[in-house]
């Protein structure tokens, strides 16, 4: 009986082991696809200001311009740590 319950516990250790490798091999392949995406915007946001700049539009100077006048930041998210 003794080792029956010993051969359960190690079968549940093995298990929950299984089961967060593969949650981190998961988010791991998710994170290299998020890294991608936001490589490939960037590259379409350079795109887009290399286009404005051959029209005569600086992003620079008017990235400037905007960011005097703000309004009062919202609540800030509560980080996931505090979540979980």
Known sequence: MVKAKTDSV???KDEQIG???GSLSTLAKERQELARMISIVEQLMQMHIGALKEL???MQKEAKGSAAPKKPAKK???PIEDIL
């Open 10 to 12: 190690k079968q549940s």
């Open 19 to 21: 089961f967060h490798k």
């Open 56 to 58: 005569g539009i600086d």
């Open 76 to 78: 800030q998210k509560k």
